[in-house]
Each structure stands twice: as C-alpha cells, then as structure tokens.
C-alpha cells in the first residue's frame, strides 16, 4: 500500500462558508449510505463540507485540485483519518463492509468507550439498512459521523 496521502491543496476552512456547509453535511451522509461506489462528485462535495475546499466544483476538479478518492481510496482514507485522529484505533470489516473509529486515548476514570461505526454500532443498532459499498466508503461515513456528533443533533 506505498501509496502517500493526497494533501489537499487548501489547508484551512473558510469560517464564511460554515453555515452553508454545516447544512449539506447530513445531505453527504446520506449520499455516503447510499453510494453504490467510488463517486468523484461525491468526493468533491465531501471536501466542500470538510472545508478543504471554498466552494462546490465538479468531478473533473477533484483531479485538478489534487483532492483524496474518499470514496475509492481506503488507503487514502485511511491515512487521512489516522493523521486528523491520532491515538484513534481505526477497524475495517471487509465481508460485511463497515468501519468503525474508536478512542484508545481516554481518562482512565472515564467509563465511556467513544466510538462511532459506519454501519453497526457496538450497542447493535444499525446506522443504514445495509452495509457501505466498500471500505473507503464505509471510513468515510465512519468519520463524517463522528465528525457530526460534535454539531448534528442525534438522528435517532
């Protein structure tokens, strides 16, 4: 898997586009349950909403702009997720396909496992009726739940 990270070419997030951005994010989620496969549009409008980019563009842009195969990449995925989520423990399923992110790093008196799957939650609840179509799927929609935990009211 020598493949490197794509860094891509913005670094920051525009705070000006928070608001239009926050309220695509459960639009991407849904689109990440539903994908059949890798989808250049849907990797360009995840970067959107996870800022790395200004604005919406098109396929065809993703390549120009260098920007990660988030939804046919695991090693691309991976790797940004180990990077944006240090001490983090990252498990893929391949048959049924999921990820699930879980906090290793915790307050010893903290009870609470922090985690979050893309598929099955560890209480056994399921996320979607099946699993994503393939692993960079599944850790992207693992960590865009995570990341919505943190502004998103719960969907359940």
Not at 4 to 28: F, M, S
Not at 43 to 66: K, Q, S, T
Not at 89 to 99: F, G, H, L
Request: charged share 30%.
């Amino acid at each position: 898997m020598g493949i490197g990270p794509v860094e891509p070419k913005v670094k920051t997030a525009n705070l000006a586009t928070w608001p239009d951005r926050q309220r695509r994010y459960r639009e991407i989620i849904e689109r990440l349950e539903t994908a059949t496969g890798p989808d250049r549009q849907l990797d360009i409008d995840i970067c959107y909403v996870m800022g790395w980019v200004n604005e919406p563009g098109a396929p065809e842009e993703a390549a120009e702009l260098g920007l990660p195969f988030l939804t046919g990449s695991l090693p691309e995925v991976a790797a940004i997720t180990e990077r944006s989520l240090p001490g983090w423990k990252i498990e893929i399923d391949q048959d049924p396909c999921d990820a699930r992110i879980i906090e290793t790093e915790r307050d010893e008196d903290d009870d609470e496992d922090i985690s979050v799957a893309a598929w099955r939650c560890s209480d056994g609840r399921l996320h979607m009726e099946k699993p994503p179509a393939n692993t960079a799927i599944a850790l992207t929609l693992a960590a865009m739940r995570l990341q919505a935990d943190s502004f998103l009211p719960p969907a359940w």
